[in-house]
């Protein structure tokens, strides 16, 4: 394959040499390889400053992330085969890791696929294509997609915030026949939901292993679950025999699918569900005691200009959190917002826990499951945090 040339500026090759997939606007030599020769989405051999050999990518010379490694082998052809390849080594993978066909299935830089996500729900699979470069691609991506699982239906999710910065339209289509309900299944448990309007795909896979530890320890506990969405959490907690479950959330949509969820596993005596704001819910409930506390909001901090509004957010959640736990009681802390690092959110804690004249022990630290898969080299693929805290 004859690619045309994207040549990065003296000394700019060190992160992708670590192994790295990015390439950033700024570290690009635009004298000898102009950005504004690439249209979005061209392919590019990415070499150093002397022309070296690093990678094939794609490129959008309208984004900060210019460019995209895909592959190191300068022989490789991005083609059909070379999507089936990448997918069907995600798949094989993920059908190690599970007995049954709900996972997510390419999880973008960590399966080698930067800008692409695929979440399956069994016979139905829903795509994320993030980049401008995956979504020119993106024909050879969904005819792999049926050789390989042959879904009755491919949902194009194409409406994440992230598609802006890449100059893209917000849209979503269906490929074949949705079916009336869609399920996910997860540690035994069904849970309807809504791949077209429900949050990211309609489910959030990365939570399964910290909700079955979660849910393990609520036994004959008083349980209070913020940000519930559609259950997944409550109803675990509750068919695991917790005493009493609340469960809360500022959507009325998510609540019903909620409810029909808690119904479906056979538990909805079982949970109260609260359509209400977390952090109005926990100031109204300052005289109320849980025995645990599962919070697991959406990301406060979406990039880091917003660090400092989203740390005030995570502060305030704690703050609140706090003097409504039982003592001794069990906080499961969690935060989607890669910007917001782990030892952050200790500090939080700790400084809520002190304010209280409480003391805080971490037990557990959680992370996203292992079919959303870190690369080793690009920390922004590791992303969630699950704090597991003892409160004395």
């Not at 989203?310 to 959640?317: D, F, H, M, Q």
């Amino acid at each position: 394959m004859s690619l045309p040339h994207l040549l990065l500026k003296k000394n700019e090759d060190h992160r992708l040499r670590q192994g790295h997939l990015w390439v950033f606007s700024n570290e690009v030599d635009c004298q000898a390889t102009p950005l504004k020769a690439f249209a979005p989405g061209d392919l590019a051999a990415i070499g150093d400053s002397a022309g070296h050999f690093i990678g094939i990518g794609y490129v959008n010379p309208y984004a900060l992330i210019c460019a995209r490694l895909l592959s190191r082998n300068p022989r490789e052809s991005i083609d059909f085969s070379f999507w089936r390849q990448r997918l069907a080594a995600a798949l094989t993978w993920r059908e190690k890791l599970f007995s049954t066909p709900f996972y997510r299935l390419v999880h973008g830089e960590g399966d080698l696929l930067p800008g692409l996500i695929i979440d399956r729900f069994d016979q139905v699979c829903v795509i994320q294509c993030n980049t401008a470069g995956i979504e020119c691609q993106l024909e050879d991506i969904v005819r792999a997609l049926e050789e390989l699982v042959r879904p009755k239906a491919i949902v194009l999710r194409n409406d994440s915030a992230s598609r802006a910065l890449e100059n893209l339209p917000s849209q979503i289509e269906i490929l074949g026949k949705l079916p009336e309900l869609v399920l996910a299944e997860e540690n035994g448990f069904w849970f309807q939901v809504n791949p077209c309007t429900g949050q990211k795909t309609g489910w959030f896979y990365d939570q399964r292993p910290n909700r079955v530890l979660a849910a393990s320890l609520a036994r004959g506990l008083k349980v209070l679950d913020l940000f519930c969405y559609v259950g997944a959490f409550a109803i675990q907690a509750a068919a695991a025999g917790a005493r009493q479950v609340i469960a809360v959330d500022g959507s009325a949509t998510a609540l019903e699918q909620a409810k029909e969820n808690a119904h479906r596993n056979g538990v909805a005596d079982k949970i109260q569900f609260i359509h209400a704001d977390a952090f109005e819910f926990l100031q109204a409930s300052r005289g109320e005691r849980f025995d645990l506390i599962f919070s697991d909001p959406p990301a406060f901090i979406k990039r880091r200009q917003s660090l400092a509004k989203g740390i005030a957010g995570y502060r305030r959640l704690h703050k609140l959190a706090i003097p409504c736990l039982a003592k001794p009681a069990i906080l499961v802390s969690c935060s989607c917002s890669y910007h917001l690092q782990a030892h952050m959110l200790k500090h939080l804690v700790a400084e809520a826990a002190l304010k209280n004249t409480r003391e805080a022990a971490l037990f557990v630290q959680g992370h996203q499951g292992p079919d959303h898969p870190i690369h080793p080299a690009i920390p922004e693929t590791e992303y969630l945090k699950a704090q597991f805290y003892h409160l004395l």
